[in-house]
């Protein structure tokens, strides 16, 4: 039998999203035999990213400051507000370096099957974000998923009453695709070709 | 763009076996997201492990002692030695608690094509653990695999010279098969059924 830090280990990892018990067991022998080359990284990445990262209070991006990097920069255009479902979808946005403005991280989209609702998401915040004024644009940049779509239209209702201009990424995005998965091109031309939501 | 933290845990993460780059960094979304629930006790679990866990130098099993538990309890019949290729194997041996010996982790198997020689295993230790005397009986539980049949064969080879019964477990693993995914009740009959290296 495993000493007990080892089953709380694998039971930890076992959690993770694409590891099982079985696969999270051989990665915890991989640490046990690996302890200055495996074993001694993760734990300080993990350490680093508990104690350095929050949340920013504006955007829902995580970085070491709050608010963020990106809310900060004076250079960011500030009219021009990305709404995406997750951190990681502003990830790519960012890897493409195309969008000069600022983002907004809903923490999900809407989903009937898993239960989750307006309340569930930074919407509130965002509708309190547009109605402050100085946006003129607001791009919603929702996955290409019949989810994604649904937050997307929902969304455009939400804040059609204000007098921005809101677009979305271009079709072009492969049905079913998301963004986190995109290579730079496509992602690129989805965001020149935005266009109004219909 | 992800923080240099964020990039340095889905690195981390994404050298772990069964994990990739995609599922790494789907792994730090979720830990990033849960930061309670996951992050939290992941980093606690491997801390603990960190600082608490050593291999003991007797029989190369992981544990908070060393000598570890196993090597250290006097209940444990000193006359019969299971060499194990890992850590893991040992876990599954113990699970089915039907070995009432001490155990001698190799650290691997004999491989040709991975280049792992008999002066890369735990090799000379098992045989002056031998050579110190006290042992009636080694079982050498090699995984069913070919790589595995050729290290039991080179340590029988090896220990021959020795007055101790040297034995294999029994026939019946499923051919290719792996102790560690084994259910207990094939594992207690090749257990039960061991029978002497002809
Ligand atoms: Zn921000
Ligand atoms: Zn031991």
Known sequence: MASPEIEALTQALARLPGLGPRSARRAVLHLLKKREAALGPLRAALEAVDERLETCATCGNVDTANPCAICADPRRDPRALCVVEEVADLWALERSRLFPGRFHVLGGRLSALEGIR??????????ARIEAGGIDEVVLAM???????????????????????????????PVGGE??????????????ARRPVS
């Open 118 to 127: 307006p309340e569930d998401l930074a919407i509130e915040t965002l509708v």
């Open 143 to 173: 996955n290409a998923t019949l989810e994604g779509q649904t937050t997307a239209h929902y969304l455009a209702d939400r804040i059609e009453r204000f007098p921005v201009r809101v677009t979305q990424l271009a079709h072009g995005l």
């Open 179 to 192: 963004l986190d998965y995109l290579d730079e091109g496509t992602l690129a031309q989805a965001l020149r």
